[in-house]
């Protein structure tokens, strides 16, 4: 049998048997990734929503930052968190180099521009419309906000779940702020790497095959969502 096939057998056999070393990976990268599209969603919705409700030309340059942050190569944000909260860098009194909490940080930066730039772009195709309605039915600006992101929420639920699919990912920031501790820092990215180069392929196609699956159970919550959304106009 080749070596890929041994590999996917005794991956499977990790993840039946709830191999100790798989799961705590597993749920260190949800627990981190999780906290960060909780922090990344109550930041990136209400300034999406912001800049969607205002006129283009009054955020034109804003626009134009937030998409070039949605592209921003995820090593580079790393450096850049690295060079910040590094024991030399300005806010490396604070002993966030090397810890969960940095590899959160690096991921909010990754995906906070995605969700506010799909947001705008979501509520900017709904807003002139809804903003119209609801005003000619004396509804004030809080209602009116409201009701835009009501109205906008598939299009939020895809920015919020593409910014998740970025980060949990992800691989390049949060090794270079994290460090790829054992136990305190290995994610199932991270994980990935550093046991393919050392040879354990098991557990690294076990870890690739729960990546894929997470992957579809989220990329299938969000089509069934849709799919009501849409069905619902």
């Not at 409700?53 to 190569?73: C, D, S």
């Not at 995605?114 to 705008?120: N, Q, R, V, Y």
């Not at 729960?210 to 579809?216: G, K, M, N, R, Y």
Request: charged letters at 15%; glycine letters at 14%; zero cysteines.
């Amino acid at each position: 049998m080749s070596q890929l096939g041994e590999g996917i057998i005794e991956a499977f056999r990790l993840i039946i048997s709830l191999d100790e070393g798989l799961l705590r990976i597993v749920f260190l990268s949800l627990r981190i990734s999780g906290l960060a599209i909780i922090i990344s969603t109550f930041i990136g919705v209400p300034l999406g929503t912001l800049l969607g409700l205002k006129a283009e030309k009054k955020t034109r340059l804003v626009n134009k930052l937030i998409f070039t942050f949605m592209g921003t190569p995820p090593v580079v944000a790393g450096l850049l968190i690295y060079l910040l909260i590094s024991r030399m860098g300005p806010f490396g009194v604070l002993g966030l180099i090397y810890t969960p909490t940095a590899m959160i940080i690096a991921q909010v930066t990754l995906a906070t521009p995605i969700i506010a730039g799909l947001t705008m772009v979501g509520v900017r195709s709904k807003g002139t419309a809804v903003v119209e309605t609801a005003r000619s039915l004396g509804a004030g600006q809080g209602l009116v906000t409201w009701t835009i992101i009501k109205e906008s929420r598939i299009s939020i639920l895809g920015a919020i779940i593409t910014g998740f699919g970025r980060i949990i990912a992800e691989v390049g920031a949060v090794m270079i702020v994290g460090g790829n501790i054992e136990g305190q820092t290995r994610v199932m990215t991270t994980a990935i790497v550093l046991e393919t180069r050392q040879g354990n392929f098991e557990l690294a196609i076990g870890l690739g095959i729960i990546l894929l699956l997470l992957s579809f159970i989220v990329n299938s919550f969000l089509y069934n969502i849709q799919r009501g959304g849409g069905s619902s106009d």
